[in-house]
């Protein structure tokens, strides 16, 4: 079930996810109220000094706008379109970017992270039927293990590779 948060606590979401990003490292939407087993990033990132990983936001609209800073908290929502907005960060976490790699130039940084947003949508439902949708499921399952469908496009992918 969708709840309606007030749009001055999105804009302080927003902001508070942009000034704590750089000590959330490697944590790609990922905010203090979630396991960071089961985010998109981990807390390796592999960055050069002075450089930080990609962090997004997420706006969704499916009948109604709204903005969030976790994954956690889309899918608790349930939402079913939502895109990826870059907060902060210079360069993808090695996570993100062994994810993007995996997808073999089917999907981008930000394509996979609306994706791993959403829930109750292809890819996560739906079987894989080729080899760029296998690609991009090679991909989330890499960029998002912690996603409610996991299983399924798992399953799914493994199916389809038999």
Do not use: N
């Amino acid at each position: 079930m969708h709840r309606s948060r007030p749009p001055r606590a999105v804009f302080l979401g927003v902001l508070l996810a942009a000034v704590i990003a750089p000590v959330l490292v490697g944590c790609s939407g990922a905010g203090p109220d979630t396991d960071s087993s089961e985010e998109p990033t981990s807390s390796e990132t592999g960055l050069g000094s002075g450089a930080s990983p990609v962090v997004f936001a997420f706006v969704c609209d499916d009948g109604d706008r709204e903005t969030y800073t976790t994954y956690s908290a889309v899918w608790e929502d349930e939402r079913t379109s939502c895109t990826a907005k870059r907060l902060t960060g210079s360069v993808p976490s090695t996570q993100q970017q062994a994810a993007v790699d995996a997808t073999r130039g089917d999907a981008t940084l930000v394509e996979l992270a609306s994706t791993c947003a959403v829930t109750g949508t292809d890819p996560w439902t739906s079987a894989v039927a080729d080899d760029g949708a296998a690609h991009v499921a090679a991909g989330l399952l890499q960029y998002c293990p912690g996603h409610p469908e996991t299983d399924h496009l798992r399953d799914a992918l493994s199916t389809y590779r038999s």
